[in-house]
């Protein structure tokens, strides 16, 4: 597949873990793809994985000058933009509601909803000049459609990515740019390593626990993420707007995975 050939993609978060697997996709099938990150480093290491076709930015996205830098990078390096994955994102401190310092919630707030506002405005006014355009804005199955302890502001986040997607969609219809979100479950990456355990040797087992209480038996890899951002971006999803996808193997399917009489039978 060829689907992002003459294309310009912007990947923010694009040094981690599944913003670096979209940017390889979307490269892959042939759009040349700018690589934003905090951390330039992280993101150098992964254009130069892609090669020519791809630029490396360093821009915090709870900063407006910064996001109207790396679309201006964009269109400096390659002349437009064509399609934008909203993925930065942290996952936050794990802290008991009455504890939780309000610095926290800004901090998490500030780079998965407000970053992720400012990505989209930075970008709406390049979309809108090469005549249309696709967002895809990194959602999560746990905040989106469960929660977890500990956890209330990314899950207050990811929750309102939902609402994000829905908005922008009516709102930038008009200019023929469509707005989805992707949120997957579990994903076989650092970040929900290091959410959910502190013991450096536990990653087989920790991911292995989790495959057995996936209806589908597997933990998601940054590849399946990639491959539905770069559906939800491309022409095939031509007459999708507004909606938030789950890529999770079923993980929410079940609110009673945890009580004994559900228990998966053995075949
Ligand atoms: N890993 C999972 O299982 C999972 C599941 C559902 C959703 N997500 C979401 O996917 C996204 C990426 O997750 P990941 O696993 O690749 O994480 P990651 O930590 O590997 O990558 C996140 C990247 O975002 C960058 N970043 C952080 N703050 C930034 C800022 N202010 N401006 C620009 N860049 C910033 C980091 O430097 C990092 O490179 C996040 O939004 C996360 O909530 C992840």
Same mark, same amino acid.
């Given at each position: 597949?060829?689907?992002?050939?003459?294309?310009?993609?912007?990947? @923010?978060? #694009?040094?981690?873990?599944?913003? %670096?697997?979209?940017?390889?996709?979307?490269?892959?099938?042939?759009?040349?793809? !700018?690589?934003?990150?905090? =951390?330039? +480093? %992280?993101?150098?290491?992964?254009?130069? +994985?892609?090669? !020519?076709?791809?630029?490396?930015?360093?821009?915090? !996205? @709870?900063?407006?000058?910064?996001?109207?830098?790396? !679309?201006?990078?964009?269109?400096? #390096?390659?002349?437009?933009? =064509?399609?934008?994955? #909203?993925?930065?994102?942290?996952?936050?401190?794990?802290?008991?509601?009455?504890?939780?310092?309000?610095?926290?919630? =800004?901090?998490?707030?500030?780079?998965?909803? %407000?970053?992720?506002?400012?990505?989209?405005?930075?970008?709406?006014?390049?979309?809108?000049?090469?005549?249309?355009?696709?967002?895809?804005?990194?959602?999560?199955?746990?905040?989106?459609?469960? $929660?977890?302890?500990?956890?209330?502001?990314?899950?207050?986040?990811?929750?309102?990515?939902?609402?994000?997607?829905?908005?922008?969609?009516? +709102?930038?219809?008009?200019?023929?740019?469509?707005?989805?979100?992707?949120?997957?479950?579990?994903?076989? $990456?650092?970040?929900?390593? %290091?959410?959910? $355990?502190?013991?450096?040797?536990?990653? +087989?087992?920790?991911?292995?626990?989790? #495959?057995?209480?996936?209806?589908?038996?597997?933990?998601?890899?940054?590849?399946?993420?990639?491959? @539905?951002?770069?559906?939800?971006?491309?022409?095939?999803?031509?007459?999708?707007?507004?909606?938030?996808?789950?890529? =999770?193997?079923?993980? @929410?399917?079940?609110?009673?995975?945890?009580?004994?009489?559900?228990?998966?039978?053995?075949?």
């Amino acid at each position: 597949m060829n689907r992002f050939a003459g294309k310009v993609a912007l990947v @923010t978060g #694009a040094g981690g873990a599944l913003g %670096r697997a979209s940017a390889i996709r979307f490269a892959a099938e042939g759009a040349r793809v !700018v690589i934003a990150d905090l =951390d330039m +480093e %992280r993101a150098q290491a992964v254009a130069a +994985e892609i090669g !020519v076709e791809a630029i490396a930015v360093q821009a915090d !996205v @709870t900063d407006l000058e910064d996001c109207k830098t790396m !679309v201006q990078a964009a269109r400096g #390096a390659f002349g437009a933009l =064509d399609v934008v994955f #909203a993925n930065a994102g942290i996952g936050g401190a794990k802290t008991e509601f009455v504890d939780l310092p309000i610095e926290e919630w =800004d901090r998490v707030m500030g780079v998965n909803l %407000r970053g992720m506002v400012l990505t989209c405005k930075a970008a709406a006014r390049a979309l809108i000049d090469a005549g249309g355009g696709s967002i895809v804005l990194m959602g999560s199955s746990t905040g989106g459609w469960d $929660t977890i302890l500990g956890s209330g502001p990314y899950m207050m986040s990811k929750e309102a990515v939902k609402a994000l997607a829905r908005n922008l969609a009516l +709102e930038l219809a008009r200019y023929r740019i469509r707005v989805n979100a992707v949120c997957p479950g579990i994903i076989q $990456t650092p970040l929900s390593f %290091r959410q959910g $355990t502190d013991d450096p040797d536990a990653w +087989e087992g920790f991911f292995a626990r989790f #495959a057995d209480r996936i209806p589908l038996r597997r933990v998601g890899k940054p590849e399946d993420v990639a491959a @539905t951002v770069a559906f939800l971006a491309s022409d095939d999803a031509r007459h999708i707007t507004g909606t938030s996808l789950l890529i =999770d193997g079923g993980q @929410t399917l079940q609110s009673w995975s945890n009580a004994p009489d559900t228990a998966y039978p053995s075949s």
